[in-house]
């Protein structure tokens, strides 16, 4: 190929920076697109205002009955959402990846169900190259809450997390680490083939389409559509394209490629959470942290009550007031006043809930996105669950006051989900689409079921084992693109 490229990966997230990062140091040609801007370790400050234009993406919504909503937080900026994340790195759990082999019948490729101990050779890279540590130096605000766990028959763990020695617990993770010791695909990955010059990165590239072809073999992907930040269009050939742009974001785009499969934006999963903030009479300094550095495990599982417990934290100030509600509905007037005053007396919780995957995100007749959320009994009654447990362990360590979040996804997982069975699935195991050949999906809409835990090492171990397929199918690949 004389003017294209091996692989155009779309979106430089979890997914997509890992897939670009191992591909181009492989030595192959690699294209990233990126819709957001480079930002590093030096334009990194704690502004909430500011970073929150220049990171993320705008914040999105979906209805709920009873005329609440679900507000959806995700990055768009070079490194996606690991540029902003927390940063905790957990392996999923045996129960969550058996899960994926009921839900499209996705196997390992050796006819037996795909099991967590497939994902396990890829985490350990992703693991190893991020520096992946243990985070026990718990400060003050993890050891006022932990109380309220051992009252109520449960407890806090260290988590595990890619941040290196380099962290300050600065706590200001959600506006791009200024340290550098946070790790994001674009501090790692990306950072590391670019100096190499190995790497072709183009920011403010908004993808529009795939390209596909009719071949004597079907469909076939052969490049991407962009737009650059003047509104100029281009095209790209490549021999593979892999979307990577966000479970949010691949459907849609595959959508607007002419992609028909009935599952494409289906069983979506929200991971739904929400912050659960207890009033204590002594400052925390809850902002001031490595934002969680401890979890309570004990309700993993279904059987157990399908719920996770992070600690502790605050938001920054503005997402702090504009969110504080409690059972009287959100605060207001000098109520909101008076309980913003105590900012540094806060320590939160943050309560995360296993879900089944009954959201959509499709495009309307006029090709703007609906993203739509169906809540079943049983996830809503372990959403309750989850706040009450909240609630009760911040009163039992001593809090005088309790305020919580409407729900928030960070985690959404799914729409392109891999399996066998083209019927319930997007893409194969191997992350091909059914429909076309040469297009690929790397990132969070591959999961076929959300997980109990927070999936960003899953991506990243999901990516890199597409990279090294995608290495296997280059090497026997002889045709010219
Ligand atoms: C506040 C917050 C905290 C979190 N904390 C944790 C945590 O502690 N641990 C954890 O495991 N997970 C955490 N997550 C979730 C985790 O970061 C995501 O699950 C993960 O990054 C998803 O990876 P991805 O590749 O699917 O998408 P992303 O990382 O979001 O990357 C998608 C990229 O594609 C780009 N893009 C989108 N559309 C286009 C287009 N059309 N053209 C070009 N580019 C496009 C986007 O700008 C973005 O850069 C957190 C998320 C948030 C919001
Ligand atoms: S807490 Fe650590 S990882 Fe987060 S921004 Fe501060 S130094 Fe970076």
Same mark, same amino acid.
């Given at each position: ?199 072709? $990165?183009?920011?403010?590239?908004? !993808? #529009?389409? /795939? ?5 004597? =073999? %079907?469909?076939? &992907? ?108 959100? $605060?207001?007037?000098?109520?909101? !006043? #008076?309980? /913003? ?5 806060? =320590? %939160?919780?943050? &309560? ?115 990279? #090294? ?11 010219? &693109?």
């Amino acid at each position: 190929m004389k003017d294209g490229f091996d692989v155009v990966v779309v979106g430089s997230g979890a997914g997509g920076g890992v897939v670009a990062g191992e591909l181009a140091q492989g030595g192959y040609r690699v294209l990233l697109l990126e819709v957001g801007r480079h930002l590093t370790t030096q334009d990194f400050r704690r502004w909430e205002a500011k970073a929150t234009h220049d990171l993320f993406w705008p914040l999105r919504f979906a209805p709920l009955p009873d005329g609440d909503v679900v507000t959806f937080l995700a990055a768009r900026c070079v490194g996606g959402t690991t540029t902003i994340n927390t940063k905790v790195a957990l392996r999923a759990h045996e129960e969550d990846v058996a899960k994926w082999h009921l839900a499209t019948g996705l196997t390992n490729g050796a006819g037996r169900p795909f099991a967590r101990a497939d994902l396990d050779p890829y985490y350990a890279r992703v693991e190893d190259l991020l520096g992946v540590r243990e985070r026990s130096d718990w400060q003050k605000c993890i050891y006022t809450v932990r109380p309220g766990f051992r009252a109520l028959g449960a407890d806090l763990e260290p988590v595990h997390s890619y941040t290196d020695a380099e962290c300050q617990s600065y706590g200001s993770c959600l506006q791009g680490c200024p340290t550098g010791g946070g790790k994001s695909t674009m501090n790692t990955y990306i950072a590391w083939a670019l100096a190499r010059g190995l790497l072709d $990165l183009r920011t403010s590239a908004q !993808v #529009e389409r /795939v390209l596909i072809e009719d071949t004597a =073999a %079907g469909p076939q &992907a052969v490049g991407v559509e962009y737009a650059d930040a003047a509104g100029a269009r281009h095209r790209v050939r490549a021999r593979y394209v892999v979307a990577a742009a966000g479970a949010l974001n691949t459907p849609q785009l595959l959508l607007r490629s002419g992609l028909r499969n009935g599952a494409l934006g289906r069983h979506v999963g929200l991971h739904p959470a929400r912050l659960v903030y207890g009033l204590f009479d002594e400052p925390q300094d809850a902002h001031r942290v490595y934002p969680i550095s401890a979890h309570c495990m004990k309700f993993q599982r279904d059987a157990d009550g399908g719920f996770v417990v992070e600690a502790a934290t605050v938001m920054d100030p503005i997402a702090f007031a504009t969110t504080l509600r409690d059972e009287h509905g959100p $605060l207001w007037g000098a109520r909101l !006043v #008076e309980a /913003v005053r105590a900012y540094r007396r806060y =320590a %939160g919780v943050l &309560a995360m809930v296993n879900d089944e995957n009954n959201a959509s995100v499709q495009l309307d007749a006029g090709g703007a996105e609906r993203i739509a959320v169906d809540l079943q009994p049983s996830e809503l009654a372990r959403i309750a669950a989850a706040r009450q447990f909240s609630h009760d362990v911040l009163r039992a360590a001593g809090a005088r006051q309790v305020y919580w979040t409407g729900l928030i996804s960070t985690h959404v997982q799914g729409g392109c989900r891999m399996g066998d069975d083209p019927a319930r699935s997007v893409v194969d195991r191997r992350g091909e689409a059914h429909e076309v050949k040469r297009l690929f999906v790397g990132d969070a809409s591959l999961l076929p079921r959300t997980l109990s835990v927070n999936p960003s090492l899953t991506v990243m171990a999901l990516a890199t084992r597409l990279a #090294e397929h995608l290495v296997t199918e280059m090497s026997e690949d002889l045709s010219p &693109a």
